[in-house]
């Protein structure tokens, strides 16, 4: 995955040179960002995580994604020379001998595995130069807690319980050992977002805060000769990106806004989610009544239509916000309606404010 990375970014940059060529400095500039913009959108889909529904609603995990550093890569410190540094650039990959039992710590599921930990190995100060590349066979056990199948977005927290891996016969490591967990005293806690999309596949959007232990011992005549330690450090692993949703649009009301009171009329509301993801519709009437979110609609016209009264005269302000298929909420739509008073409204009103002439025209009636 990363050597797809490398070579599209090079590919890429060789376009953007060739322009220089063949075109003014203006025009260059112009297709340089848009094949900067391009380079963007193809990282995102590599670095994207889609693995398909088990059957049950849900995926299976672990994906067969791998983890990479987010942040800082893994480091050996201590036991070299001041100033000097191994960065070690992780990726977990190859997951193989998956097994998932329910129940666990956390209550959701036990994911034993083995996996590959590959390394890019890059020394500094007094090892500067020296570059390696190293594959470590590591296992793993991860617990995760519940989540609701057939949620459109299913987040759970988890945690790496055990990681542990160890190299053998490496002509500059006569030692390398790496431990993680909270079984080792190095808590790493994560989390895991799936996100139903149209297709029907999961992208699967992960995370673990490691806290790693690396303890190596160089060989002779390598050049960590004489060299020694245990380095105790943490950082992000990433496994997907988060899932690119867009809210829909506020919803616009249509309708009246003048009425009768205990008279019903239509209003029909309206929104457009940019990701063409259906649409439900939460209302308040204001007058206190409220419509729960509405089935899913399509994106945009005809939209929903929904027939109110109200009982006495007043002015309402009717708000309407709409979610789509991931649960992610626009902004309030409004629309003020005014109920005035009727004619026999504004007759009981006088008369319950001259109460005398009430008397008097009883009196005359009788």
Known sequence: MRNKKIGIIICMMLLITSLSVSASIEKELTQSVYLTDEIKDILLILDSCIVPDNGEGTADLPADCPYESSEDPFYIINGLPPDTTIELEPVFDDFYNIVRTPGGPLGGEILEFDATLGLVVTGTGDLTGFNRILSVPVSFEINTAPRTPGDPVQSFISELFQLEGELFGDPDFCMFRIKAGEFYGLPSPGQFILTKMLSGNFNIDSFFDITYQIEFEGCPASPLDDYMGTTVNTTRLQQGIEFLND?????????????????????????????????????????????????????GPPGYTESHSWDTQGTYIIQAKAKDIYNVESNWGELEVEIPRTRATSYLWFLERFPMLERLLTLLLL
Do not use: C, L, M, V
């Open 247 to 299: 809210p829909p649009s506020k919803p616009i009301i249509d309708g009246p806004i003048n009425g009768e009171n205990g008279k019903a009329y239509p209003y029909t509301f309206t929104s457009i989610d940019p990701d063409g993801d259906d649409i439900s519709y939460f209302i308040r009437w204001g007058d206190g009544k409220e419509t729960d979110w509405t089935t899913f609609q399509t994106s």
